[in-house]
């Protein structure tokens, strides 16, 4: 199983809208994803109320992970999405 561990680079964390745009992301990897806290359960990435349910804070640990095929693509592109706190969606997602 691949996995990336990073920190949550949106000072507000995974809420509203960095949420959204970390589903929509997520999503569009075409490959089911998992996220969690560092010591929590893993939940489905493409979920936005299993994101938001998440409560997970600006510069928290979080664990992205999958086993299927392009997954290790999938969770950089993702990773580096989280780790930057960015606003839009890159062009790569």
């Known amino acids: 199983m691949a996995k990336r561990r990073v920190n949550v680079g949106w000072a507000e ?3 509203a809208r960095p949420a959204s745009i970390f589903v929509r992301a997520a999503t569009a990897t075409g490959v089911p994803v998992t996220i969690a806290k560092a010591d ?3 939940v489905n990435a493409a979920s936005m109320l ?3 349910g998440l ?3 600006g510069g928290e640990e979080i664990v992205l992970a999958s086993d299927a095929e392009g ?3 999938a969770l950089d592109r993702l990773a580096k ?6 606003e839009e969606l890159p062009e790569t997602v």
Do not use: D, F, K, R
């Open 71 to 73: 997954a290790e693509a």
């Open 13 to 15: 964390g995974l809420h």
């Open 50 to 52: 299993a994101v938001l």
């Open 40 to 42: 929590g359960s893993p």
């Open 55 to 57: 409560g997970a804070q």
């Open 81 to 86: 999405l989280v780790a930057e706190g960015l």
